[in-house]
Each structure stands twice: as structure tokens, then as C-alpha cells.
């Protein structure tokens, strides 16, 4: 018995193996089923019309119908097209907005808000509660209140201040932008509140009280603690930014549909006017996969950025 015991212990082992690989590939196999469904429908709403996409920017085609190909004359139309480079750098503008007022009008809400004790919850609901107002609903108000007749300025303009009487806000080329940009920068800001006050709640309070034993004051505290520890966040938010600003569309599109004159034309009004009102579906694509393109490059120069080591 005791001369047969080695191997049947090694039969035993190789039989548990056998099992665990077993066990193993049952569980990978329900895995892959349990995801099944949802592949299928990334399938479906993303790979397919991004590979769609990529073949109609190389094709003209009006939406319907079928498409007849015609190489890269579409990326040779779009890089003539001044309706395009207008287009652009209404979202380099935009851009530049918000990664600057929105930004820092929520850093110093969130850091305002980390000193309250009392009521913070309510007026965290105060900050967040536009976050949760359709686009729609905020866009509405808005051209109310810019309305030349009853809005905002005539108000302000029986009042005795009148800086902008005579201007209608969206109907002027010099401020149809701005005040767009203003609109989502109410919109969007109290969401950068909750994001950046969170972030601030995790920073250690030592830390706080080390400046403040070194003499430091608040500006300090911001300055050296602060943002140093909460810079993680500080570049998602900067990426979604980005991100948001080359998809900016719909208070463009509600509010001036990028008049007066395409003062406001951004990619994406531009893009839906020639695809819908057009017919121009190729183009359109084309256009589209330009936007994907530059968010690809924008990516990369971020990726090596971080890969040398830089802090962002």
C-alpha cells in the first residue's frame, strides 16, 4: 500500500488540475456569454456605423440611395472650405472657454463650498440642480432672457445700466458665441462643482495644517495643497472638456443654429446641415471622421506627454 502511495497522490493532483482547468474554462466560457449581448449591440451602434462612417467619407452619397465612390475628394473639398475653417476655430474658441471660465469658476465654488459646515448638502443640490435641466428646457430660458424686448437688457437697461441696449445678444455676430457659451457654461458648471469638491474632501487635512503652522494663508492652501492633490481629477476634467467642446451641438443648434451669418457655426451644426438639410451625407463623413482624426491626434500627443514624464 504504502509503495502505491506517491502515485495515487499524483493521480489525485492531476485530477484536481484536470477539474480546476475545467472550472476554469466553464466560468470563462459563461463570462463570454453573460457579455455576449452586450458585443452585440457595441457591434451594432458603435463598430458598424464607425466603420459605415469611415466608408461613406470616401464616397458621394446624399443619405439614401446608393453611394458612388470618389476617392479623396471630399477631404480635398474640406481642406478648401472656409465654412469649415470657420467652423473650427468657433471650436477653438469654444474650447478655450471652457477649459478657462468654467474651470475655474468651479475650483473656486468647490473650494468655497469645502469651508461650509452647515447646509453643505443643500447647496451641493443648489450647484448640481441646472446639471439636471434638459438642454432644451435651459436653452429656452436663455433666449428669454436674452430677448431684446423682454429679457435681460431691457431690464437691466430701465434700471439705469445699459451697456448692451440696442444689442440682441444672439442676433449680434460679436456676442451670439459668448453668450451661447455662457448658457452651457450655467449648464455644465455645477457638475465640475461635485466632481472637484469631491476630490477636495479626499485631501488629507494634515496636509493643511502643515502650511498652516508654516504661516501660510488660504491663497496657499489652494495654491500648494490643493490643486497638487487634486490634479487626477483636475485632467479628467480637462479631457472631458475637450472631448465635450469638439462635440459642442446642441445649445448652438437650439439656440442661433450657428447664425447670425455662421457666427456660431461649430463641426457638428455644420455637420447636420449638410448631411439633413443638404443631402450631403459623403461630405458630411468626411467631416465627421476629420473631428475623430484630430481627437485621435489630441490623444496621442497626451499619451506621450504622460510618457515623458510630464504631470498632466
Known amino acids: 500500500m504504502a509503495v502505491h ?9 492531476g485530477t484536481e488540475r484536470v477539474g480546476r482547468r475545467r472550472l476554469v474554462r466553464q466560468r470563462t466560457v459563461a463570462g463570454w456569454l453573460c457579455l455576449a449581448p452586450f458585443l452585440v449591440v457595441n457591434l451594432l451602434v458603435i463598430v458598424g456605423p464607425s466603420v459605415a462612417t469611415v466608408y461613406y467619407s470616401f464616397t458621394d452619397w446624399t443619405g439614401v440611395g446608393g453611394a458612388a465612390f470618389v476617392g479623396l475628394e471630399n477631404f480635398r473639398q474640406l481642406a478648401g472650405d472656409g465654412n469649415f475653417h470657420n467652423a473650427l476655430a468657433h471650436v ?3 474650447t ?13 465654488g468647490s473650494y468655497l463650498l469645502s ?3 452647515r447646509f453643505q448638502i443643500l447647496f451641493r443640490l443648489i450647484y448640481f440642480v441646472p446639471y439636471t435641466i434638459a438642454s432644451v428646457v435651459t436653452a429656452s430660458v436663455w433666449e428669454n432672457i436674452y430677448d431684446g424686448n423682454r429679457g435681460l437688457v431691457p431690464l437691466l437697461a430701465d434700471a439705469g445700466v ?5 444689442v440682441a445678444l444672439l ?5 451670439a458665441l459668448p453668450a451661447v457659451a455662457w448658457v452651457d457654461t450655467w449648464h455644465w458648471w455645477g457638475f465640475l462643482v461635485i466632481v472637484f469638491l469631491a476630490a477636495m474632501q479626499s ?3 494634515e496636509l493643511y495644517d502643515a502650511v498652516r503652522i508654516d504661516g501660510g494663508g488660504r491663497w496657499r492652501e489652494f495654491r500648494d495643497v490643493t490643486i497638487p492633490a487634486i490634479r487626477p481629477t ?14 459642442a451641438f446642441d445649445y448652438i443648434y437650439i439656440m442661433t443654429q450657428g447664425g447670425p451669418a455662421g457666427a456660431t457655426d461649430v463641426v457638428g451644426t455644420l455637420l447636420y446641415e449638410r448631411a439633413f438639410r443638404l443631402f450631403e451625407a459623403g461630405y458630411a463623413a468626411a467631416m465627421g471622421l476629420s473631428m475623430t482624426l484630430l481627437s485621435a491626434v489630441l490623444m496621442v500627443v497626451y499619451l506621450q506627454l504622460r510618457r515623458r514624464g510630464w504631470e498632466v
Open 5 to 13: 502511495l506517491p502515485v495515487a497522490r499524483a493521480r489525485t493532483a
Open 92 to 94: 477653438a474658441q469654444w
Open 96 to 108: 478655450a472657454f471652457f477649459l478657462t471660465v468654467p474651470i475655474a469658476m468651479a475650483l473656486l
Open 115 to 117: 469651508q461650509v459646515k
Open 162 to 166: 445699459s451697456p448692451l441696449e440696442g
Open 171 to 175: 442676433g449680434n455676430k460679436q456676442t
Open 203 to 205: 485631501v488629507d487635512a
Open 234 to 247: 483636475l485632467v479628467f476634467v480637462v479631457l472631458i472638456t475637450v472631448i465635450g467642446s469638439l462635440l
